[in-house]
């Protein structure tokens, strides 16, 4: 056993080559990142996702695979998306609430500037 393999190659029970596409992005002190992923998606489907695109992108594809992955593993039915909704849910009641607020201030103020009209009489 080579002490230097990445995650995923320790996970698939394989040497890991000079080359491997998974050693950069699965170290092998984080195991369940590539375990994750790989329950998901596949070991061959993510090594051709890593292969047709960018090296630049590749790191930043790997931690929303493992984003995903992870949702999905905690939420099989609807993984990412039920956050997604949640959020925009919460969005929604700030925006009313903003507005409400912005409201009840405009108020305020048309009463504070009545007033002083009231005054000055």
Do not use: W
């Not at 998606?41 to 992108?57: C, E, F, R």
């Not at 992955?69 to 929604?92: F, M, N």
């Not at 009545?114 to 000055?120: A, D, I, S």
Request: charge should be positive; hydrophobic fraction near 35%.
């Amino acid at each position: 056993m080579n002490p230097k393999r990445c995650a995923a190659c320790k996970y698939l029970r394989r040497r890991c080559p000079k080359d491997c596409i998974f050693s950069p992005y699965f170290p092998p002190s984080d195991p369940d990142k590539f375990a994750c992923i790989h329950r998901i998606y596949g070991a061959g489907n993510v090594s051709k996702m890593l292969q047709q695109i960018p090296v630049q992108t590749r790191a930043e594809a790997v931690e929303s695979l493992s984003f995903e992955a992870k949702c999905r593993v905690e939420d099989p039915v609807y993984g990412c998306v039920g956050i997604i909704s949640l959020l925009q849910t919460e969005i929604q009641k700030t925006q009313t609430l903003l507005a409400r607020t912005q409201a009840e201030i405009t108020v305020a103020q048309a009463k504070h500037s009545q007033t002083q009209v009231n005054e000055f009489m």
